[in-house]
Structures are given as C-alpha cells and as structure tokens.
C-alpha cells in the first residue's frame, strides 16, 4: 500500500506492507538512529515523535503514521545537539545504541516540562533502558545541561517546537 | 602513600569519548546502518526440544517459497568440531561443536539455516521445514549431570585441547583443584565455622544491540566478515575453524558495537551467515531476535558454590574450604575457565591471615542454553559466595563485618596464596574499606530502622577484586605511526564495545608523544590492518594494550629522534623530543615533528611507524567495596535499593568520567542480578524469561541514588599505573544486598535472584 506522511519536515510517498511496522519503515528511509532492541515495547530504542508526542515505533503500524507527521533525531539535530554535548561530557554515551531513543524522548520531556525534577526525569524516562551506564550520568548530564540554561538566563532549548 | 602521577597532561583527565557526539546524535555507526541492505536474511531454525536426535529434515516445500536462497542442514556442513569461545588457542573450552548437528541438545539449538531475498521469505520457509526428531531423555538438573547415563555429547570426535579435567562420558566439561596447607585440619581446629550452599542463576548480558553479522566477499574472494564483536582475531580463527577454510581467507572488521559485557566474546551469530555466503557467493546478514538473545545466547554461568570458611572467636579468618559446581549448558565455551575465577578472584580476597585454602570445582555439561562470558566471569558467583559467607561469619561472631574485613583482607605487598602466588604490588583494599565506611556512615546506618510506614531501612557491605588480562596468554598490541601533518594513527586490535578504549587508549598515546589526544586518531579493530590483539575481554584493554601502546610510542620516538638527529647532524643522544618538535639539548637548532613527517615521506628514510605487543606474567587485581542501603516492605517483600556507595581501586583512573560510568552501569547491572534476572527453564527445557517482557532489566527507578570515588593505587607494571575497571563493578551488589535483606529482616538468602516472593515466604517462615 502507499503511505503518505511527513518525515522530519518532508512529505513522502512510500510502498510498505499493511503490517510494516513504523521502526522498519522509518528505517527505510534512511532514519537509522531510530533503533530495534527488543520487540515488545520494553527498551524505548525505538522512540520517534507522532505529531509531537513520543511513541515506540516497534508498536505502530507504518499505515496508523499516514497522514501524521513523525519526527525522528535525524530531524531534531539541531535542538538536540546542545544538549547531548553534557551527556558527552559525562561520558554517558558508552555504546551509544540507546541513545537516540533516549535523546528523543527527553527532547519530548524537556519541551512538556521545561524544569522537571530528577523524580520527574526518572519517571518520563523510565520506559528507555540503557544496559551500559546505570542511568546517573544520563541524569547529570540533563541537570548540568538545564543548570547552564538557568545561568543564560533563558528557557532550556527544549521547549521549542 | 602510593605514587601519583600529578604531571600528567591527558592521562587522568575525563576526555570526552572520540565517538561521543556522532553516537548521541545517533549517526550510522552499527551493523545494521552500515551494511548494504540488500543482502540475503539469514534466520535459524531452533530446537524445540531439549535432546533429541533429527531422523529426518524436509526442507522441499520451503524450498519452493519465492525468494529463498538456500535451506542448510547438518549434511551441509563441515564435520569437524570446533569451539565458539573467543580465546586464545588452544583453547580451554572443549571442541564440543558442528554448525548444525544432527543431534540437537537444548531448546533453541540451531537445526537449519535458511536463506532468502527478504525476512518474510525467510520466516514462510521457517515453518515449512518439516522436521521429524528422536526425542532423548535430556539432562536438566546440573546436580544430577555428573555421570548421568544420559551423555549431553556421546559422540566420538569431541576434544578437549586442553588438560581441564574435561570428560564428554561423564558430562564433565572440567574438573580440577588447587589448594594450599591442610584446610580441613585448620577448619577442625577453628572456634567458628560458617558453611552454606550459594546459587548464583544464568543472567543474561542483554546488551542492548543484539548479535549480529555480516558477511560477502570482498574482490580477492576472501569471505569479509563484518561483525559485532569484541574479538575480531578469535572470531577468524573460530570461523577457519568452523568452515574448514584456512585463516588467510577470511578478513573480520567490527563497526561500533552496541554493548558486549562478555556476550560477543563468542562467535554466537557468526557462522550462520558465513556459511550462507560461502553456499552461495552472495551477501548475508544474520541480526538476531531479542527472543534469540534470550534462548540461545551465551548467558552467564549458573552456579552453586559451596563455602566453608574457619575462623578463631577474635575474628581472625584461618581457612577457607570453596566447591563450585558449574553449569556450561549445551556447550562448553568458556565453562573450565569461568569456574576458576569463582575461587581464585573470591578466596584471595582474605589473604590477610589465611593459613589454608582449598578449592575445588565440576563443570557440567546440560541440556541447557549454553553459557558463555558475561562481566565478572565467574569471579561474581564466586565472590556472592564467599562474601555473603563471610556476612554470615560476621553474624555468628557478633562482630561488625567491617572490622571483620580490615581484619582479614588482603594488604599491600601481601603474596595471595589463592591467586597464583601473585603479590599485591597496588592494593588500596583497606584505603576503599575506609573511606566507603566514612563516606556511608556504615557505623549509624548498619543498624536497621523500621520507618513509620512499617518499611525497614537496612545496609549490607561486601568486597571484591577482580584481574587485570589473562597472565601469561593474552597479547595486546598497537601501531602508531606519524602522519603527514605531525599528528598520529594509533592502530589497535581490540575492540571498543562502548567503554571508551578507543579515547583511553588514545589519552596514554597523547601522553606519551605530548600532543594533545585530538592528534591522535584512532583506528580498530580489523584483522587486515590491525597488529594482533585477543581482543576486549577479561579486563584487559586499559593494563595490557595500554602497555602495548606506552612501548609503541617509546619505539616510535626513538625513530623520530634517529631521523632529526640526521636532519640536524648530531646525535639522537643530543637530542631532546618535545612533542611538536624535537630539539638539541645544547639549543643549537630544532626540527619541527610536521618537517620529520614530510622528509619520511621524500625519498627513502625508515617508517615513522611503530608495533609493539604486551603480554603480563601477572594480572594485577583492581579491589572495591560496596555498601547499600535498602529500603524492605516486609507486608509485600519488595526490596528497593536506596543508596549505594562504591569506592574503587583500579590503579590510576585514566579517564576519571570513563571509570564513573564503567561503575555506576556495573552496580546497576549488579543490581539487577541481586534483585530480578533470573533464567528459568521447565520440565521441557524450555525458558521463561525470553523477552524483555519477562526478563526485567533495571530502569532508572530501581536503582536508588549511585556514590562513586575511587582510592587510586599505583601498579607498577600498568600503564601509567593503571589496573582495569570494566568487571569488577558488577560484583558487590548480589551479596552486598544480600546481607542487607539478612539485617533488615533476619533471613539469609543463598539463591538469586532475591525475589519480593523470597523475601516475604522468608519472612514468614522464620515467624513460624
């Protein structure tokens, strides 16, 4: 069937089974950073944005996206790259494979709730597991990322739209 | 007070990793984004029975689903056996494989390949393959495995290299002991004696990228094998092996690799798509299910390890009795060595007063998931034992079981009779004892509080150690070499699997040739180009290819300085190399490092371009100490963990913010194995937990509040005094929770995991 929706600010056409899955068909199309860890809704790797709002694509059919707009990091670069820097800085990347889902989801966190606790960091976040760092530079680097945005004196960067 | 490197420039210093940025940005950098998609899909089909022999395979109808390329069985392939295991040759671990066999040994076992144009191909002529199997009774219990009639590898080729005690007639895939002084003579003689049974379940790695393999052929022909490995030099040898082609065909790259922890240290996925190219000339790719990961991977080794430990009524530990029984599954990659560790990396922990020691161990072939390497390899099975033992000592001598350990560690400069006779050159045990007990408040937070909601707060403590390499075998090297513009290409054979070796190993180059570590490029692991290296396992990345490079960039100033000594007509011995430049002492004139480039490069001079190896006679342990706080439900048995504080000793830190994570992810994985991963199979063989679904990994809100320091030692024959960092984190949790549970409600629980069903069925029993 053909599947029309708007990928990271572009319209596209594409062919894709009535059972091809969001994560396959992004993938596709060349939106590599979004990821498969697990197949059955447990890791958050696969996190893309429907219409803003954070979703595993391993459950979304392809054919539910149509007429939607997904938003994958390959279309957040620029609002992410700031902020992954103290996450870098922390050394909390480590093999990296979890990354993009966890970017994409505090990307989506951040723009709901400019300021959120660490209780509400964990909590938005619980759903993107990360086997390598035990979670606490993952933290750090948010706070130290929201810590130089209070000193700027101005909104963290996540709540652009 | 140990010797501390304050000139340091790089070395020391918490540089960002080199791939940091592309990865967070989530650039293409793994398997699956960097190899043609249009290859063939490679896909298993699996067991479902624990042993059985396959009487018949028809594989017509699936032959005939459009788009399949081939369908392999056991007549297809190679009948030589071989082993998986990513060690050194010979290797330990028995010759117990075939690429397919016909006899099949636990559920999930490989029993044909197939492969076609696209996965759904793939997966119609998976269930078209029409299999007919002898069911044989199948080996379950491993307490029962040791001369059971039932043989897990009856037949009549399988070997053992190595002399491991190994015996395919009595399922033993090792047996062996080693011991020092009459143990049970001092053990009669003790006041106290603890002795108590420890299980320890088969965890899996869970890596977060799945195996995974690629492989075509390159334009000579050769089979290019494009894999997820931690050991890229092993994984050609094993396939030479394998598919009986001679090494000198087959080249093996890694791409960046989504996690390890030990998992690809075995050529789990890398057979199957190579012999589809081989069959067939074309391209392959096989990417393993999560549910693959979970029935047949290389999980950690279950075991059940039997601690007698002597002590006189003041405290002082006399003897200590271990026996491990050690379950390999299927197969035995890496079973005779994992076992060792599980005494040699627990006992010496007390070398403080120990007059004897004996440990003895079984290592059982099942028809279970086989095992293989997960981070800690054997020593955390073995250090739950002996620590929650040493708990349990504590508990019966009324003594605060820190004091119990300052009493008995091991200390600086002490030989460890339990390991090999090594001396610990670098030992800040009791500087980390110290300065965890200060920085927890172990003296006020020791005593269990029950909190207003009727939950109890309760600490538990435990030590560890770890090695640093394989003493003796293993082999690091590195290659650098100047580049035109005065900066460098630093060439290395491990594999950086996300830990950081890459920036480490970049930082001790950077050190050493005085630039800074952004002129050091780093290139690996390719068994084309890269200087021979075992690969990333065993901790041994930091301590032996970091002394591979410290030697190559030693080697490589030498001939930078022959070729300005000849440059500027002196002597190399008037000579001073002084990072960008190398200059006469008497200041008589300099050449600048971007002028040596060039002139090696016009007309003819010797390669500015140096490889050394390293190998240890010795493998210098890093210690810990880990103590946490729990917070224990006793209506629902729930067990969270509060806080936890680990102070390590892993020599010099070379990249301080590297060696934070490498802790703060081995305490969370650690925690987890306390608390929830467990294995599991049924009457039939088969596992429970093969998703995510079941098998729950640690979120970010089951972990509690992370405190690292570390307590720096200096190693003398490390790299810039450098021990390794990457296993030993892992292992504090299990008994250092453990006891904790003990302290807040009164019950020793000797099996993992600690489950809020333990926990409460405990409570409830003792208040019988």
Redesign the interface.
Known sequence: MEIKLNLNGKAITAQADPDTLLLDFVRAQGCVSVKRGCDTANCGLCTVLLDGTPVLSCSVLAAWAAGHSVQTLEGLQSEAEEFVSFIADQGADQCGFCNPGFVMNTIALLRENPDPTDEEIRAFLAGNLCRCSGYDGQLRGIRAYLNSKKEQGGAPRGTEQ | MPRVEQNNKVVGR?V??K???R????????L??VTP?GCLVVKVLRSPHAHALIREINTAAAGKVPGVAGIYTWQDVPQKRYAQAGQTYPEPSPYDRLILDRRVRFVGDAVAIVAAETEKAADRALKLIKVQYDAQPAVLDFHTAKDNPVLVHPEEDWKALCPVGADNQRNLCACGSDSAGDVDGVLADCDVVVEHTYHTKACQ??????FRTYTELDPYGRLHVVSSTQIVFHVRRILSHALDIPVSRIHVEKP??????GAKQTVVAEVYPALVTLKTGRPARMIY???ECQIAGSPRHEMEVRVRVGADRSGRIRAMDVYTLSNTGAYGEHGPTTVGLSGHKSIPLYSGGLEAFRFSYDVVYTNQQAAGAYRGYGATQGIFAVESAVNELAAKLAIDPVQLRLRNMVREGQTMPAYYNEKALACALDRCMLRCAERFDWEHRRIPRVQPDGKIRAAGVAMAMQGSGISGVDVGSATIKLDDQGGYSLTIGAAD????CDTILAQMAAECMDCPVDDVAVFGADTDASPYDSGSYASSTTYVTGRAVEKACAELKRKICALAAELLGCEASDLEFSGRQVRRLDGGGAVSLTDIATRSMCGTAPAMQATCSHSSPTSPPPFMVGMVEIELDPETGSVRPLEYVAVVDCGTPI?P??A??Q???????GIGMALYENVTTNALGQIAEN???QYK?P???D?G??HVEFEPSYEPTGPFGAKSIGEIVINTPSPAIAHAIYNATGVWHRELPITPEKVLLGILHKAK
């Open positions: 918490p960002r990793k791939d940091a940025m990865l967070l940005l989530g650039k293409p950098a793994y699956e984004d998609a790695q869970a890596m977060m990228e799945t960046r690799i989504g996690g390890g922890f299910t999560r549910r699997m996300g830990t950081g990249n913010n590297l934070r994570i802790t703060e992810g081995g305490l969370v994985q998703s995510f679904m990994l979120t970010r809100q972990m509040t992370l």
